[in-house]
């Protein structure tokens, strides 16, 4: 949870081989602040932001301006986020969630060029 993490914390975390990610989540956009404090915290302490993965849950008291929103914070801070629709059937939360978890896609394509194509 990155709103509980500590120096103490994330120096453990950093000690630890990884194979894969750390993954955490960020569900409301108004926890930016203490998302992105965490994010600091675990790479001042010696993680590599490519080795953490944010699950970012769409659809559920969010806008999509407010989904997007999140989604270019964590590309900017150089995290991997991961969508999760909450209504897996609604046209916009899947095209959106394809956008981001394909990672060929969401590297090379801005959302806006990628909503029109389809």
């Known amino acids: 949870d990155l ?6 914390i994330a120096r453990e975390l950093s000690t630890i081989r990884l194979w894969k990610q750390i ?8 926890l930016k602040k203490v998302i992105k404090r ?10 590599k932001a490519y080795k953490i ?7 559920f008291n969010s806008t999509p301006d407010e989904d997007l929103y999140r ?3 964590l590309k900017k801070w150089g995290v991997d986020p991961f969508v999760m629709p ?3 059937a609604d046209f ?18 801005a959302w806006q060029d990628y909503k029109k194509a389809i």
Do not use: C, S
């Open 86 to 88: 909450y209504k897996k």
């Open 38 to 47: 965490g994010i600091d915290i675990l790479i001042a302490e010696g993680v």
């Open 23 to 30: 993954h955490f989540a960020w569900d409301d956009i108004r």
């Open 3 to 8: 709103r509980l993490m500590t120096p103490e």
């Open 92 to 109: 916009y939360q899947k095209r959106f969630a394809r956008w981001v978890n394909h990672k060929a896609i969401f590297k090379t394509v």
């Open 71 to 73: 989604i270019l914070k």
């Open 53 to 59: 993965m944010v699950y970012v849950l769409i659809g």
